[in-house]
């Protein structure tokens, strides 16, 4: 945070009791563009709804009497241990929402333990997340042309991550008209508006606004390709988000060949395309999304992942994201045969209004939780958890 402000961020951290009180917080500490830009999903926000009420369809029946002082969240993906069995989700522009937003992600994740993507639309060079926090893993959006996705994922590799997600879900750009309403454009474009919002919200104008002019300067898209994107306010900042509506299984193969390291595809919803994906070498597969943010209507991951598992579980690890808020959540996901969940807008917002401090403490709660779930329902490790706990309403 900046001089002046750690005390206040402390301050706010002591009546945070679940990963819902971080959004309040965020809610008064960001513009409302910022704010809208981070909640909001697409059109009706039906998928951001649905994502939500598909946790409420589901009920426990746990299990007693049965010794579970020795419980334990710790799992493995990927040949890797990790304290918990969730990370941090990709999300872009978080440099914007907090001081040099994903580096603060990283390290406490790297801290914790337990596993962050970085986005590919994010504003700090991906060499310089990984040097911070060597386990990060990278996330991309990538066109269908070939030299640009071969140059950036030789940039990647040279970068030592470990780990490549691919997102799919993006072939055009959504309809976000509540951005828009919001106030949030891309380019940034200056208004009497957004200078009203910054004089109103003194603590992020300061500790990240000005902070990162002083610092580092106009942000840049700096990851979507091997070379540098254009600034935030550029006119031309929509040229680095297009012809993904080309990119396909072809390419997938392509990507495949050429990266050496674990490959997961993000944005896997119909179990057909799961079973393409394996069949053409993914390693991972993320039922997901986009947390409501690309086609509204789309069904809730939540409710996708059992015919997923079903097809390809026994052949690929399989991850989810999209409204996961509570431990309990997390408990539902992995019962239905998810190996790992991801978890993005709270720790977005924890790190806005706490920094790295603010992170810790929302994986803190998020540990707890998960660790009181498991004593309640009788279990005593991550794969114990299985279908026969849950009831569907």
Do not use: C
Request: glycine share 10%; no cysteine.
């Amino acid at each position: 945070m900046f001089p002046g402000f750690p005390s206040l961020a402390k301050h706010r951290l002591r009546g945070v009791l679940s990963l819902d009180d971080f959004e309040g917080l965020a809610k008064r500490h960001l513009p409302k563009p910022l704010f809208g830009y981070i909640a909001g999903a697409s059109e009706t926000n039906a998928s951001l709804k649905m994502n939500a009420d598909a946790f409420r369809g589901m009920t426990f029946q746990p299990r007693v009497l049965r010794n579970t002082s020795s419980r334990s969240t710790q799992t493995t993906l990927f040949g890797e241990e990790w304290n918990s069995p969730f990370g941090i989700a990709p999300m872009g522009i978080s440099a914007l929402m907090a001081y040099r937003g994903d580096i603060v992600l990283a390290k406490a994740a790297q801290d914790a333990g337990i596993a962050m993507v970085m986005s590919g639309s994010s504003l700090i060079r991906l060499e310089e997340i990984v040097e911070a926090a060597p386990r990060s893993w990278f996330q991309a959006y990538l066109p269908g042309e070939p030299d640009r996705i071969d140059a950036l994922i030789d940039r990647v590799a040279s970068a030592a991550y470990k780990t490549l997600v691919l997102t799919v879900d993006t072939p055009v750009l959504a309809n976000r008209e509540n951005n828009i309403r919001a106030g949030f454009s891309t380019p940034l474009r200056p208004s009497v508006r957004l200078v009203w919002q910054g004089l109103t919200h003194p603590a992020w104008t300061i500790g990240t606004f000005a902070r990162t002019i002083l610092n580092h300067g106009i942000p840049h898209f700096e990851n979507s390709y091997a070379t540098r994107g254009a600034p935030i306010i550029a006119s031309n900042v929509m040229r680095d988000f297009g012809k993904k509506d080309h990119l396909s299984w072809e390419h997938f193969s392509r990507i495949r060949q050429r990266w050496n390291g674990n490959l997961v595809v993000k944005g896997i919803l119909h179990p057909e395309d799961a079973a393409i994906a394996v069949q053409r070498g993914a390693d991972g597969i993320i039922v997901s999304n986009h947390g409501g943010r690309q086609l509204d209507g789309t069904i809730a991951p939540l409710k996708a992942l059992p015919a997923i598992v079903d097809k390809v579980g026994f052949k690929t690890a399989v991850m989810i994201d999209g409204g996961f808020r509570r431990g309990t959540d997390i408990v539902k996901a992995l019962a239905l045969g998810a190996k790992f969940v991801f978890v993005g807008r709270p720790f977005l917002y924890a790190a806005a209004v706490g920094g790295q401090a603010g992170v810790a403490k929302a994986v803190s709660i998020l540990s707890d939780e998960l660790h009181r779930n498991m004593g309640l329902l009788g279990v005593t490790e991550i794969n114990e958890l299985s279908s026969l706990l849950i009831q569907r309403r």
